[in-house]
């Protein structure tokens, strides 16, 4: 499985951005995927996923904030983030889980206040 990721960059506090990360190769249909996320000197931490089925979990720094969904036909995963804070700010990592945890190369995200 590879994972493609898109959508970072830089935006001011209040902003929004939206990430995408699509998934090819071989894929179980039964899967998880989702967003991590990680800032310097912080330990990676989960900022949501979504299941085949769609079922959905955030972290609580994001609730009300963040969106995921998912496009099973085309194995992609999107995280629409509104309401930008400048905590938000690190490196977002697409990850896919079946039998195997892959993850994507990290996309920036930099909040300005």
């Known amino acids: 499985v590879q994972l493609v990721e898109s959508g970072g960059g830089l935006v001011q506090a209040g902003g929004s951005l939206r990430l995408s990360c699509a998934a090819s190769?071989?894929?179980?249909?039964?899967?998880?995927m989702g967003w991590y996320r990680q800032a310097p000197g912080k330990q990676r931490e989960l900022v949501a996923h979504?299941?085949?089925?769609?079922?959905?979990m955030y972290a609580d720094s994001v609730k009300g904030r963040f969106t995921i969904s998912r496009d099973n036909a085309k194995n992609t995963v999107y995280l629409q983030m509104d309401s930008l804070k400048p905590e938000d700010t690190a490196v977002y990592f697409c990850?896919?889980?079946?039998?195997?945890?892959?993850w994507g190369q990290g996309t920036q995200v930099t909040v300005s206040s």
């Open positions: 979504v299941t085949s089925g769609g079922s959905t």
């Open positions: 990850w896919f889980r079946d039998f195997r945890n892959v």
């Open positions: 190769g071989s894929i179980f249909s039964i899967n998880t």
